[in-house]
């Protein structure tokens, strides 16, 4: 799914923000990207979009080597993958239904496919009483659910999220990643980029950790580490 | 595809309604641009049916003396007929001249029939190939000795001839200076409206960077998310097109038929043919303004 080879990333003259990262990521995976602040982790959520180009390595995603990539085609590229941010990124005019739908229509999908898949979506995550609610009207853990509901209403074969939970309390964060977990076994690839420590140890899934720049540990059914 | 013209429209009359104090000033920009355009042209066919007018009336008029020597006015028309410059040469006989002349003066036939002999003179009427040589043709002919040998004022030979050189000159004169005043106008309105285009897809495309944030992460194609915006563009100039074409047509309609009444010895009517041609040039320009605005923004300020 992921093939990350002698990737490095610069920006500007400074130190780079990754260094020689090799990644295997199989489909259907759950990866945590762990690390302090500052060591890389968005980084490494951007290469994957194509939102950033490696300054060295290749990085092939669904087959396709993302640094041979023609622009035209990086679109069709994003189809494939899911993104959630911290932020959620939510469109405050739309209610909870005109925003996922509006990830649907911006691809060409037709009405009928609308209409058919973003209820499924987002009975999945649990918002199905919420439809006509705008964000304003909708709590901090509900926004990231109606954004996973837009990353993932086109099916795609990777998510990836970049500290989906950061701005939330335990509690809620516990029901993301629990939504992740039950996304990730329709067979999505999940990679999620975190600092929360009590998460990652209590999913106990594959860890990837960065440290300035550099992958330090990669480990199956790992913890987040650091002794800190 | 019909799903998306509905949303690229509505997207566009958003933007439109959201920002309309800019949208409203490309228009009236546009507007003014191209009503001089149009204005331009028309008066500038206008003028050219004038220049063409006058220009098939400069012909050169030879004026004989009653008793000429045949011989004479023959060997006059010879050397005009062996003028390359010439087109044709035509002998107006005094009888032809009084009879021409009755005709223009049908309205008060009492003055031709208090006269007792015929006043007007014969003529050698010269048709030129090119309006320009006038001139030319008319040294050649003061020239020619046979010239004073028939000329009806052989004491003054310039008073024999009639031609109409100046005229024509000052028309051609004229017709630069408001070509080259237009042109200059045109370019500089067509740079503002160009601006002020950018500078309202600029701002469109600044209200709407959430929306094109997100397009962009959920894959939308570049063109589907350019489209609004040179859609957009364009709208607004097709817009001041539309309102330049109505002005123009209403001066067609209510204005040119009083100015028509005032000089009609002039044609200053426009064909339908020039009228549909000048509103195709606008419609297009507005067309070719408004993506031309809208694309320059878009490079500028819309990274995809
Ligand atoms: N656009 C940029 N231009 C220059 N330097 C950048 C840019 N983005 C990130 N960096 C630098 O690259 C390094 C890695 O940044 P990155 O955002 O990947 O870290 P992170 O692990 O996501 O941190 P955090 O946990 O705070 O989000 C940092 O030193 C940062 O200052
Ligand atoms: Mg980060």
Redesign the interface.
């Known amino acids: 799914m992921i093939s990350m080879r002698n990737v490095s990333k610069t920006y500007g003259a400074d130190k780079p923000a990754l260094y020689d990262v090799n990644v295997e990521i199989e489909q259907g995976e759950f990866v945590f990207l762990v690390g302090h602040s500052g060591s890389g982790k968005s980084t490494f959520i951007r290469l994957m979009?194509r939102e950033l180009l490696p300054s060295e390595g290749t990085i092939v995603v669904a087959g396709q080597d993302l640094t041979k990539m023609k622009?035209?085609k990086v679109?069709?590229?994003?189809?494939?993958?899911g993104?959630v941010f911290q932020d959620f990124?939510l469109?405050p005019n739309k209610t909870t239904y005109e925003n996922v739908a509006?990830?649907l229509?911006?691809?060409?999908r037709?009405?009928h496919v609308i209409r058919t898949q973003v209820p499924e979506v987002l009975r999945l995550v649990g918002l199905e009483e919420k439809i006509n609610s705008y964000p304003d009207e909708l709590s901090g853990g509900e926004q990231q659910r109606v954004s996973i509901a837009?990353?993932f209403v086109?099916r795609p074969p990777l998510l990836l999220a970049d500290e989906p939970t950061g701005n939330l309390d335990p509690a809620t964060s516990l029901g993301i990643m629990s939504l992740f977990s039950r996304i990730n076994k329709t067979g999505t690839t999940v990679l999620v980029a975190t600092h929360d420590r009590e998460m990652v140890d209590s999913m106990r899934k594959r860890v990837i950790a960065l440290e300035n720049g550099r992958v330090i540990r990669d480990q199956d059914r790992g913890v987040y580490g650091y002794g800190d | 595809m019909a799903i998306n013209i509905g949303y690229f429209m509505s997207e566009s009359i958003q933007s439109f309604r959201r920002n309309w104090v800019m949208s409203l000033g490309a228009v009236i920009t546009i507007y003014l641009s191209l009503l001089l355009v149009g204005a331009s042209l028309a008066s500038s066919m206008i003028v050219g049916q004038v220049v063409r007018s006058v220009e098939e009336k400069v012909s050169i008029r030879v004026f004989l003396k009653d008793g000429a020597a045949p011989a004479d006015v023959d060997a006059m028309n010879k050397a005009l007929v062996a003028d390359a410059r010439v087109k044709d040469v035509t002998y107006t006989s005094k009888e032809k001249a009084l009879e021409e002349f009755k005709l223009t003066m049908a309205d008060s036939p009492e003055i031709i029939d208090q006269l007792e002999v015929n006043p007007l003179p014969a003529s050698l009427d010269v048709d030129l190939e090119k309006p320009q040589d006038v001139t030319a043709v008319v040294e050649m002919i003061k020239a020619n000795p046979n010239f004073i040998k028939v000329a009806d004022r052989p004491d003054d030979p310039e008073k024999s001839l009639k031609y109409g050189q100046q005229i024509v000159n000052q028309l051609f004169a004229f017709t630069r200076v408001l070509r080259a005043v237009g042109v200059v106008f045109i370019v500089m309105l067509a740079v503002i409206s160009l601006i002020f285009i950018n500078n309202t897809i600029r701002i469109a495309i600044y209200a709407r960077r959430k929306e094109i944030g997100i397009m962009r992460l959920v894959g939308a194609s570049n063109w589907f998310i350019r489209t609004p915006f040179l859609l957009e563009g364009t709208l607004q100039s097709l817009l001041g097109a539309f309102l330049a074409l109505l002005t123009l047509g209403s001066i067609q309609w209510f204005v040119m038929p009083k100015v028509k009444e005032i000089i009609s010895f002039m044609p200053v009517s426009l064909s339908v043919g020039s009228s549909v041609q000048i509103s195709l040039i606008l419609v297009l320009s507005g067309v070719i303004i408004g993506l031309a605005g809208s694309a320059v923004a878009l490079r500028r300020y819309l990274k995809v």
């Not at chain 1, 679109?75 to 993958?81: A, V």
């Not at chain 1, 229509?105 to 060409?108: A, L």
């Open positions: 979009q622009n035209w679109p069709y590229l994003r189809r494939n993958i993104c990124k469109l509006f990830a229509e911006v691809i060409g037709s009405k837009r990353a086109n």
